[in-house]
């Protein structure tokens, strides 16, 4: 056993993979392939649900399940309006781990996932939800800072780190939001994190389905051109999402500005002008990543853009992460002796 092998063992025995390192669900691109791939090389692959209906996401469970005998999860959005059909399609397939992402999950989204058998494991945005979250029965946490791409929230990982972690020990908590070397994969285990998310990275791999143009974009990015989009108008509280600064980030802008308007008019009601902005981020980002329309379309990447310059295999993503956090905590402390 390794020293890094000794700091991830919490995160590594929850998740029932090789490394403590999961993989970032995200729309369009968390698929059968990368997610597969992902856990034959040691990681812990989730499938992006996103808006798929139970039938689209019977069939890529059964495919990402034909591909690898590892253990992988699946990410659902708790605002999707058949959550109790997706989590029965989760139960059938003995799905080992689902992730909820969007929002508080409601207690019968709670109690039907552990009656499945399957692990939950929920983003908590404060300490204090952290907490409510844990009371409530999930197995494990995640902490996504303001760095990360697509959604986000308001506070760096840094900073929820700082609060979270020492306060929240019941459970494993999982660190994500910038995280593209593996020297901070070393830091944040020896912080108190049991392992890791990274999504950035992935998006751009080998087996990733994305575009070609959406990776070259990728490549050819640096850490500043990741930004965060801007609320216009309170009344319409969106998310923010970063992505790399084009034509679409514009767009969005005078979207909302539209939408705005359009609430104005009376032609649409508040909650109906908050799923009309939604929409359009699923399809800019599909316009992106599928259509590889990197000028209009949604170019979601987190900070950690900047480190991706090339084309890699998940195989070699990992191998080069795990590699680095070990020469990280060998630096820094002397010859670890193992009895294993």
């Not at 996103?50 to 034909?66: C, F, Q």
């Not at 109906?272 to 929409?279: C, S, Y």
């Not at 259509?291 to 990992?318: F, P």
Request: one cysteine or more; aromatic letters at 4%; glycine letters at 10%.
């Amino acid at each position: 056993m390794t020293r890094l092998d000794q700091l991830s063992a919490r995160g590594r025995d929850f998740l029932g993979s090789r490394h403590a390192i999961m993989a970032g669900a995200m729309t369009w691109v968390s698929e059968r392939h990368l997610v597969s791939a992902i856990s034959n090389a040691g990681g812990f692959g989730v499938i992006a649900c996103g808006s798929m209906p139970p039938a689209l996401l019977d069939a890529e469970i059964a495919a990402t399940r034909a591909l690898t005998d590892q253990p992988f999860g699946v990410n659902l959005i708790t605002l999707h309006p058949q959550m109790d059909e997706l989590i029965a399609v989760c139960a059938k397939h003995q799905v080992s781990h689902i992730v909820l992402a969007g929002g508080l999950p409601s207690g019968a989204a709670i109690a039907a996932i552990k009656a499945a058998g399957a692990k939950l494991m929920c983003f908590a945005p404060t300490a204090a939800l952290a907490k409510k979250l844990v009371r409530s029965g999930v197995d494990a946490i995640v902490i996504e800072g303001s760095e990360a791409g697509g959604h986000i929230g308001p506070v760096s990982l840094g900073v929820l780190a700082q609060e979270i972690l020492p306060v929240i020990t019941e459970v494993p908590v999982f660190v994500a939001g910038g995280i593209g070397r593996g020297a901070a994969i070393a830091a944040w285990l020896e912080m108190g994190a049991s392992g890791v998310q990274l999504g950035t990275r992935f998006a751009a791999s080998a087996e990733s389905v994305a575009h070609p143009n959406f990776k070259k974009a990728f490549f050819r990015a640096s850490a500043r051109d990741a930004v965060a989009s801007v609320q216009l108008d309170p009344r319409l509280p969106v998310i923010p999402v970063r992505a790399l600064k084009n034509a679409g980030t514009e767009a969005f802008t005078a979207k909302q500005r539209e939408i705005a308007e359009a609430v104005d008019r009376g032609e649409l009601d508040l909650a109906a002008g908050q799923l009309a902005i939604e929409h359009y981020w699923a399809g800019a980002l599909r316009r992106a990543v599928v259509d590889g329309d990197v000028e209009n379309g949604s170019l979601m990447a987190g900070q950690s853009v900047g480190m991706v310059t090339a084309e890699q295999s998940v195989a070699t993503i990992i191998a080069e992460l795990v590699a680095e956090a070990e020469a990280a905590l060998a630096s820094r402390y002397p010859p670890f002796e193992s009895a294993a």
